[in-house]
């Protein structure tokens, strides 16, 4: 009889806001947040400890209504260094159970020890959680399932610093009760959609026919219907395993508030050249763009389109990106962020159908002149060559244009 799988998932409990008071200790029993820079229109809530979290703050809160929360709040920067750090000696302690380990995040990960022989799962979480504290002064909530989804799920249910077990023959009484919500990958978009065809519950969301979560929610419906009946069976991969790359994006929060279409378009073409020239490093190409816009009311929108041919080119990802944001966008507040995503990558090198709707002999011209703009900024910096059009004021955090101009992309 095949053995059953113990799959293990560690969460580092409020993970920057405990580090920052392992390294600080007069900061214990107090409350804190870790935030972003106020300056720079990054003053968000990036992690709080369990007294701010108590007191009302939450991870995304901007710093001024965080405080509005918690009038004793301290706010300390964040120190992504020292952060990698912990993350990496945390993994040491996990790579002496087992060489399956798969981050999700930098303070979260899944471990896969069906192979350890000497103890049971619950005997490694117990392990491994004491280690943390006492090696790292840092401590962690441990799932123990037989799938990913029920271990992450159970690393949530106790915190901090606990231990919790789904098991096979028992997890329909202790999971299916819970809100569809607590289940992995069901945000708050598929949470809102549920809601509406009268699913609330786990349980609910098992019972509910596969084909039905496909024609609501496509593929993902079918996953979302395997995890609820805890029939996933995905693997846990490898500490070496690198995944597959399967978008490229760049994203800010702005300086400023964004309040026409010109200043848009002038951050998306900013940003597409990260975006481009990530897609060369990689040997990809695009399919598809996808952009999400913030409103200063922090309200999130995300919307996605093919593109007419694949594509690496700065440009065209920009305007892909610009077209779809004045279809959708409505201009109900001003923009504070922005992120554009080269999707569905395939590799430069695949054959491709050339559509009869795109000048190609002109696209040749402009990969051409990309090839060159590449090149040169390779050979004398990022910032040695760039399009006219983002010349001068960008409301963009560290945008350091002293560059040379070229002639200037227009939008159409």
Partial sequence: MEKSRVILHSDMNSFYASVEMMLNPTLKGKPIAVCGSTEERHGIVLAKSDLAKKAGVKTG????????????????????????????????????????????????????????????????????????????????SIGVSFNKIFAKLGSDLKKPDAVTEIRKDTFRDKIWPLDASELLYVGRSTTAKLTKYGIHTIGELAATPPETLQRWFGINGLKLWRFANGTDESRVMQKDFVSPVKSIGHGITCTADLLNNDDVFRVMLELS??????????????????????????????????????????????????????????????????????????????????????????????????????????????????????????????????????????YQ
């Fill in 61 to 140: 809160m901007v710093n001024w209504e965080a405080r509005q929360r918690c009038k004793d709040l301290i706010i300390v920067p964040p120190q992504y260094d020292q952060y990698l750090k912990y993350s990496k000696l945390a993994h040491e302690i996990y790579y002496r159970y087992t060489d399956l380990v798969e981050p999700y995040g930098m303070d979260e990960c899944w471990l896969d020890v069906s192979a350890s022989g000497i103890y049971g799962g619950m005997e490694i979480a117990q392990e491994i959680r004491k280690a943390a504290k006492d090696e790292l002064g840092l401590t962690v």
């Fill in 273 to 410: 050249q990260d975006v481009g020239h990530r897609l060369r490093v990689h040997e990809l190409s695009a399919h598809g763009v996808q952009i999400a816009i913030r409103g200063n009311d922090l309200y999130a929108s995300q919307y996605q389109c093919k593109l007419l041919a694949q594509t690496q080119l700065p440009s065209e990802i920009a305007n892909a990106g610009f077209h779809l944001f004045c279809q959708r966008y409505q201009w109900s507040t001003p923009v504070r962020a922005i992120t554009i995503r080269a999707i569905d990558l395939t590799s430069q090198h695949d054959a491709e159908q050339l559509s009869m709707l795109v000048d190609n002999q002109k696209r040749d011209r402009r990969i051409q002149l990309e090839d060159s703009v590449e090149d040169i900024r390779r050979r004398f910096g990022n910032r040695s060559l760039t399009y006219a059009a983002i010349m001068g004021d960008l409301k963009m955090p560290d945008d350091g244009r002293d560059k040379v101009k070229m002639p200037s992309l227009m």
